[in-house]
């Protein structure tokens, strides 16, 4: 599953140190959200999910925050390990909604 | 991979030749998606079933045809391939409507027409 664009935004971090990746959505109507991992050769990897009755959830080193103002995402990886190198992406749908629209993603190199 | 198999793997094809690729789930979930994913477009959905024999289009449909006779497989057929469809081709599961509950991806089916 190369999903590896010329265009996509890359995060650089420094394994341990804490990172955040931000997703900008389109459909104000949306109020579910999620986020996936996906590393080269794989399929998307299910990671957290958020409803917009929250503006947070936690789950296992991993936390989103959701800004419904200004339709903005954001996942944060605290204490980010080598195994976190992949793309990440973030998706929205509505109640009753069929489809999920995906974003196009964003490329986390951690640095050993 | 959440109990989801694709089939082939990888599949080399000439334009014009017919090619279907399959989707098989051990989940027993109600709601099947195709999608594919080229550089700087993402995930894109093209067809997706909501129970047995029961299909809908999604963003990028035009070339592609599904079926679902049996709530484990859902198969995705290009008539005619064009090299606009070499892609990596992904399925997806969910027990609930996409705007309920979490889609879960198999591994993908990398397919290049010549």
């Known amino acids: 599953g190369e999903s590896v664009g010329l265009h996509l935004p890359t995060l650089s971090v420094q394994e341990g140190d804490n990172s955040i990746i931000n997703c900008a959505y389109s459909?104000?109507?949306?109020?579910?959200f999620i986020w996936y991992k996906q590393e080269s050769g794989k399929g998307p990897q299910f990671i957290i999910d958020i409803r917009s009755n929250m503006d947070k959830r936690q789950g296992q080193r991993v936390t989103v925050l959701l800004n419904k103002t200004v339709k903005h995402l954001s996942l944060q990886i605290a204490a980010t390990q080598p195994g976190d190198s992949a793309v990440y992406f973030c998706?929205?749908?509505?109640?009753?909604?069929?489809?999920?629209?995906f974003g196009a993603g964003t490329i986390l190199r951690v640095k050993s | 991979d959440a109990g989801i198999t694709q089939s082939p793997r990888h599949k080399v094809t000439e334009t014009g030749t017919p090619v279907t690729l399959r989707c098989h789930q051990t989940e027993n979930h109600r709601y099947m998606y195709w999608y594919r994913q080229d550089p700087g477009h993402g995930l894109r959905l093209i067809h997706y079933s909501y129970g047995v024999k029961d299909t809908d289009k999604g963003e990028v449909s035009d070339g592609y045809s599904v079926s679902r006779s049996k709530t484990e497989d859902f198969l995705l057929t290009l008539e005619s391939a064009t090299s606009s469809q070499t892609s990596v081709y992904f399925c997806a599961i969910s027990p609930g409507l996409a705007g309920e509950s979490e889609q879960y991806f198999g591994p993908g089916t990398r397919l290049t027409v010549t």
């Open positions: 459909n104000s109507a949306s109020d579910y």
């Open positions: 998706a929205e749908s509505y109640r009753g909604g069929n489809k999920l629209v």
